[in-house]
C-alpha cells in the first residue's frame, strides 16, 4: 500500500501542477478556490489510500475492532490541514492582493501533505 499510496501521490502532483496554469482554458473565470481544491485533489488519493492501509482488517465484528490511533491521527492531521489552508486561502482573498495561481495549489497540496506523511511514516 505504501508504494502504491507514493506513486498516486506523485502523479497527482505532478499532474495537478502541470494542470494549474491552464486551468483558465477550461473554467471560465477560475477562482483561487478552484485552484486550492485542484492542490488538495491531487494528494487526496495518495492519502486515501496510505490512510485505508492503516485500518484493520475486518475478521470480527464491526463494533470490536478498534481503529488504530495512528489513522485518527492521521484523518485529524488531514482534517486540520484543510481547516487551516482554506482560512489562509480566504485570508489572501481578502487581502486584496493578485497572487500567482500555483501559490493557492500549493497551499491546496499542503493541507493534506501532513495526514499523508503521518500515514506514510507511521
Known sequence: MTKLSVVLG???VVGTG???PYLSRWLP????H???LLGVSG???AWLVAFVGLLPS????ADQIPLP????FSSSAGLFGIILTEYVLRRLNRSGRVYNPLTYWL???GALLPGWCIALLL
Not at 58 to 61: A, Q
Open 10 to 12: 506523485a502523479l497527482g
Open 18 to 20: 502541470v494542470v494549474t
Open 29 to 32: 473565470n477560475p477562482t483561487p
Open 34 to 36: 478552484h485552484r486550492w
Open 43 to 45: 494528494l487526496f488519493p
Open 58 to 61: 475486518s475478521t470480527g465484528p
Open 69 to 72: 490511533p495512528v489513522a485518527i
Open 107 to 109: 497551499l491546496g497540496v
